[in-house]
């Protein structure tokens, strides 16, 4: 190995430590205390080794509750804010006057602390005994029912939980997209102009391949964020899910190492490792689906 390839790996020396340290011991540390059973964390002893962690965490109608949740989030807030955020770029991309203001406007939730948004989420939709929240009074002024938004029925919790992480991750999308229509050559336009095409084919044929890298790491990233959601639930719900039915995978990991009925480190390691495999999965999934979708 020549001095040249020497200094490239030092240079790299610390990240690989950094990942080796917090990323690969953890995940390794995780998987074999998915397997030992009843581990007691006080004297750091266990009973035995086996798939009983997996078999109960899977029989858990907790786990299943929370499952089901994280799962309704994904399919939901994934397509539906990738979507929302490109429609909007594009017309941001389409408006001159007053871009840069609006792009501002657009990013702000973004760097708002994501407990505050919730708060605000709360007012809008709780429903008190002095109040019925400002959606409640505004569905009322159309004639419907005040709904419970916050402590009420499962879809209408859902939908708040979904409405709120939309709003949360949909900011930087829109940057990130808006970036990348700026980025496209405009000589394609220009050309497709010429040629007569209508403005939908130019967006279908032009601007979504050439964006396409763009919103392949935006879906990928928002599969992964929304499998992790925990802090949207706590802002919205309180701490305790569980009670709600609007705990999160992460959140009941969480439960079983520090919640009420936690000091289950063996439990949480078997769920932690079950949103692993489902993570990886669908992110397999997705670069196999981007070998034929994405132009590079």
Same mark, same amino acid.
């Given at each position: 190995?020549?001095?040249?390839?020497?200094?490239?790996?030092?240079?790299?020396? /610390?990240?690989?430590? +950094?990942? #080796?340290?917090?990323? $690969?011991? /953890?995940?390794?540390?995780? +998987? $074999?205390?998915?397997?030992?059973?009843?581990?007691? %964390?006080?004297?750091?002893?266990? %009973?035995?080794?086996?798939?009983?962690?997996?078999?109960?965490?899977?029989?858990? /109608?907790? +786990?299943?509750?929370?499952?089901?949740? &994280?799962? $309704?989030?994904?399919?939901? &807030?994934? /397509?539906?804010?990738?979507?929302?955020?490109l429609l909007i770029s594009v017309a941001l991309s389409s408006i001159k006057p007053l871009r840069d203001l609006f792009q501002t406007v657009y990013f702000l939730p973004y760097v708002t602390n994501t407990l505050a948004v919730g708060?605000?989420?709360?007012?809008?939709?709780?429903?008190? @005994?002095?109040?019925? #929240?400002?959606?409640?009074?505004?569905?009322?002024?159309? #004639?419907?029912?005040?709904?419970d938004f916050i402590g009420g029925p499962y879809w209408a919790k859902m939908f708040v939980l979904c409405f709120y992480t939309v709003w949360v991750v949909m900011p930087f999308k829109i940057l990130i997209l808006t970036s990348a229509l700026a980025s496209v050559n405009q000589v394609y336009y220009n050309a497709a102009?010429?040629?007569?095409?209508?403005?939908?084919r130019i967006f279908a044929k032009i601007t979504l391949p050439m964006i396409s890298p763009m919103i392949f790491y935006l879906v990928i990233t928002g599969f992964i964020g929304a499998f992790k959601a925990y802090s949207d639930a706590v802002a919205l719900f309180g701490t305790d899910l569980n009670a709600a039915e609007?705990? &999160? $995978?992460? #959140?009941?990991?969480?439960?079983?190492?520090?919640?009420? %009925?936690?000091?289950?480190? %063996?439990?949480?390691?078997? @769920?932690?490792?079950?949103?692993?495999?489902?993570?990886l999965t669908i992110t397999c999934i997705n670069l196999l689906v981007s070998k034929k979708h994405v132009h590079y």
């Open positions: 190995m020549d001095n040249k390839n020497m200094k490239g790996w030092l240079y790299l020396l /610390p990240a690989f430590l +950094f990942l #080796g340290v917090f990323m $690969i011991y /953890p995940l390794i540390d995780v +998987f $074999i205390y998915s397997f030992e059973e009843g581990y007691n %964390s006080a004297s750091q002893t266990f %009973s035995g080794t086996g798939l009983y962690n997996y078999s109960y965490v899977l029989r858990d /109608p907790y +786990f299943l509750q929370a499952v089901k949740n &994280t799962l $309704i989030l994904v399919a939901i &807030t994934v /397509p539906l804010s990738t979507g929302l955020a708060l605000v989420f709360m007012i809008l939709f709780n429903k008190t @005994a002095y109040s019925d #929240g400002l959606v409640n009074i505004l569905i009322q002024s159309f #004639g419907g029912d005040s709904v102009r010429v040629d007569g095409t209508p403005r939908w609007m705990n &999160t $995978i992460v #959140g009941y990991v969480y439960d079983m190492l520090y919640g009420d %009925s936690g000091g289950y480190p %063996s439990y949480a390691s078997a @769920a932690a490792i079950i949103l692993f495999a489902i993570v």
